[in-house]
């Protein structure tokens, strides 16, 4: 009997479902947005995520539906759950990746570490926040943001009134999120995979650098990291998937201030601060989410080199496209690995990554850095 996984979503990470789903020999069904997306090679309908019936009809007669993001709306994860059909991670989990606000009242009764945080409705509330944490905070819309758009550093009442404005207009009214502006050293990423059995395995700590709002480099295992730090980061992110009741992979981003860490945000699924593990681990992300959500044990998550670094493509060449370059960045760095996403070139646009794995950080940092610049001019 083959196993089917269906997935929602045509991006990169449904796209780098596929290999590990074909060693596996599991039937990997994409549901993508659009012709021509990433998962191409794996998209067997085309249709609108955020239609019930489309969604349902593509799930019938797949043995569990996954997701490539966090956008599919609440009513259409529970029509899936009413035709009888196993959704991982589950309706009840995704809300909190889904709304900030849920996401804080729940980490809060978890006991778990976070930023000083309010709701608010009003330019009121932004500027009783700020007198208390120092004139300047971070606004974040409760949903849809992703890759630093939906966050914003104000420092005064009304630099979120568009906000205000838009979430009266869409219908729903609503609140922001208001965080203290955190004063970290770096930020750092904890993935955990967990079936729904229970079983979970956790992977080493990363170091995340980014770069306006989107991540632009992974090491792994992150700098200076002991082993106390190590526990710490792995039984908060344990912790945030039992108590969510996850199912799959979960990313936990982390701030590492002077003398503590604090939870930034939270990803349901195969994560950026993941990509590292498809060359530099046991098992990868991809093929660790698609064990998970099947319900079968969990691979080995140990690194198989002293460091492994991930440097994302962004944008790629002004003219042409990544094809073109594949052969001067493979001459130049035959250690490099790199994976591009079937997409266009565009200003800012995670288009591909390259990873280096070795013993000496700066040697696989300077080659894959180097690696990936030869796509971007």
Not at 34 to 56: E, F, K, P
Not at 113 to 121: E, K, L
Not at 211 to 225: F, H, K, N, S, W
Not at 298 to 316: E, Q
Request: hydrophobic share 45%.
């Amino acid at each position: 009997m083959t196993l089917r996984v269906g997935v929602v979503g045509g991006g990169q990470l449904a796209r780098m479902m596929i290999a590990p789903a074909v060693e596996l020999g599991v039937e990997l069904r994409v549901l993508a947005e659009d012709d021509g997306m990433s998962a191409a090679l794996a998209a067997t309908a085309v249709g609108d995520y955020r239609d019930a019936d489309t969604v349902v009809r593509f799930a019938r007669d797949v043995d569990v539906v996954t997701f490539d993001h966090e956008h599919v709306p609440q009513d259409v994860l529970g029509a899936l759950v009413d035709a009888g059909i196993a959704v991982r991670p589950g309706p009840h989990a995704l809300r909190f990746a889904q709304d900030k606000l849920h996401m804080r009242r729940r980490l809060d009764e978890l006991g778990m570490p976070q930023p000083d945080w309010a709701a608010v409705s009003d330019a009121a509330g932004i500027e009783a926040f700020l007198a208390e944490h120092g004139g300047r905070a971070v606004v974040k819309t409760p949903r849809g943001g992703y890759d630093g758009k939906g966050v914003r550093v104000v420092s005064s009442a009304h630099e979120a009134d568009d906000w205000f404005t838009a979430l009266a207009e869409d219908g729903r009214g609503g609140e922001l999120l208001i965080e203290e502006l955190v004063p970290f050293i770096r930020e750092l990423a904890q993935q955990v995979a967990r079936r729904p059995s229970g079983e979970v395995r956790a992977y080493p700590l990363v170091e995340t650098v980014q770069r306006d709002g989107v991540c632009a480099e992974v090491l792994a295992p992150a700098q200076r990291t002991g082993e106390r730090e190590q526990q710490v980061t792995s039984e908060i992110a344990v912790g945030i998937a039992e108590g969510l009741d996850v199912s799959g992979m979960l990313a936990v981003e982390l701030f590492e201030t002077a003398d503590r860490v604090l939870v930034n945000e939270l990803a349901m699924r195969p994560h950026n601060s993941g990509h590292w593990t498809q060359d530099g681990a046991v098992t990868s992300q991809f093929e660790q989410h698609l064990r998970a959500v099947l319900d079968l044990p969990l691979g080995d998550s140990s690194p198989k080199a002293t460091w492994t670094v991930m440097i994302n493509i962004l944008g790629g060449p002004a003219e042409g496209g990544l094809v073109e370059r594949f052969g001067d960045a493979m001459a130049r760095h035959p250690e490099a690995k790199v994976h591009t996403y079937g997409k266009s070139p565009r200003p800012g646009r995670k288009v591909g990554h390259v990873n280096v794995s070795g013993d000496d950080l700066d040697d696989v940092a300077y080659a894959a850095r180097a690696a990936a610049a030869v796509f971007v001019d």
